[in-house]
């Protein structure tokens, strides 16, 4: 609740920097002191009435009144958004809602790009393994073949061994052969 009562005065000092971004010390000294009510300023100039930020100007009846704190936009009672002007006189309220829009719209979209890129990015880093690492896995991968290739061949030696034991394998240094029935 604090920050809606923050939130105009936020955007009125916003509004009063930006306006005031080429003036000096000695004219921004030189604005209308607080004291003054807004009313004073009708049917003057739009600049005279906001060089007190706690003014807004309306161009449908060229009258100055107080902004109204309590509300974060002025109510079209008072004034239509498209009329209304506060801090500077050459942007309204329309456009100022509608450029906060798009800059916060682009704010949020490149976030969500740059987000989107960045665990992209660390994904496909992670899968691409560094040259260490390839070599781990080829030295590996070779020792694994190493050892199937060694069982292999202690397995081979066994079955040479129970053939020759039951005299399945025609080796010639073999006293014992396979009686053959003809």
């Known amino acids: 609740m604090e920050a809606l009562r923050l939130w105009p005065l936020w955007l009125q000092g916003l509004a009063l920097a930006w306006g005031r971004a080429g003036t000096g010390p000695a004219q921004l000294a030189a604005t209308a002191s607080p004291a003054q009510a807004c009313s004073e300023f009708s049917q003057k100039s739009c600049e005279e009435c906001l060089k007190n930020v706690s003014c807004l100007w309306c161009y449908t009846n060229n009258t ?3 902004y109204p704190v309590r509300s974060i936009l002025p109510p079209s009672s008072l004034c239509s958004l498209s009329n209304a002007r506060w801090g500077v006189c050459w942007i309204n309220f329309e456009a100022l809602i509608i450029a ?4 916060a719209g682009l704010i949020l979209v490149s976030v969500a790009v740059c987000c989107c890129y960045c665990c992209y990015c660390r994904r496909r880093h992670s ?10 896995l080829a ?20 079955h040479d061994e129970i053939r020759r034991k039951y005299g399945l394998l025609q080796d010639s240094d073999n006293p014992y052969s396979r009686f053959e029935n003809e």
């Open 64 to 66: 100055c009144v107080n």
């Open 100 to 103: 906060i829009a798009v800059a």
């Open 127 to 136: 899968r691409r393994p560094d040259e260490e690492e390839e070599e781990r």
């Open 139 to 158: 030295r590996n991968k070779e020792e694994r073949r190493l050892q199937s290739l060694q069982r292999k061949h202690e397995r081979k030696l066994k």
